[in-house]
C-alpha cells in the first residue's frame, strides 16, 4: 500500500486533508482506469470482451464522477471555477479562459467608482496550480 498521495508529512496533516488526498489518489486511479479501458477496447477483437470491458469502464465514469462530486463538496471554490467549462458547447480553452483571464492573475475587476474591488467568488487564492 503506497503512502505517496501525501506531498507533506501525513502527522502534521488534518483529517479533512489526507481524506482529500486520499479522494484525489482516487480520482487519479478511476481516470487512470478509463484510460486503460479505452485503449483495451480499441485492440480487443472479441465481441463479448469488449462489451464487459465498456461495462467496466460505464462503471469508472461513474467512480470518477463520484470522486469529482466530494472533491467539490470539499472545495466550493473548485465547483465555481468547473462552472463555466463543464457540460458546456463551444470552444473548451475559451470557456476557461473567459473564466480565469483576470481571476487567475490576482487581479481585481476594476469597480465603477474607479477602485478596484475582489469580485471573484474564487478569491484571490486562486492561482494556477
Ligand atoms: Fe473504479
Redesign the pocket.
Known amino acids: 500500500m503506497g503512502f505517496d498521495q501525501y506531498h507533506e508529512p501525513a502527522n502534521e496533516l488534518s483529517p479533512e486533508t489526507r481524506t482529500f488526498a486520499r479522494m484525489i489518489a482516487s480520482l487519479t486511479?478511476?481516470a487512470e482506469?478509463i484510460g486503460w479501458y479505452e485503449q483495451r477496447l480499441a485492440v480487443e477483437p472479441n465481441p463479448q470482451a469488449r462489451a464487459i470491458m465498456a461495462n467496466a469502464q460505464g462503471?469508472?465514469f461513474k467512480?470518477?464522477g463520484m470522486d469529482l462530486e466530494f472533491l467539490l463538496r470539499q472545495k466550493p471554490k473548485w465547483r465555481v471555477a468547473l462552472q463555466d467549462i463543464l457540460f458546456k458547447e463551444g470552444d473548451i480553452v475559451e470557456h476557461g479562459i473567459r473564466r480565469h483571464s483576470w481571476q487567475s492573475a490576482g487581479r481585481a475587476k476594476p469597480s465603477s467608482s474607479g477602485l478596484s474591488t475582489p469580485t471573484s467568488p474564487l478569491g484571490a487564492d486562486q492561482g494556477s496550480v
Request: aromatic share 14%; glycine share 0%; charged share 55%.
Open positions: 486511479e478511476e482506469a462503471e469508472e467512480h470518477f
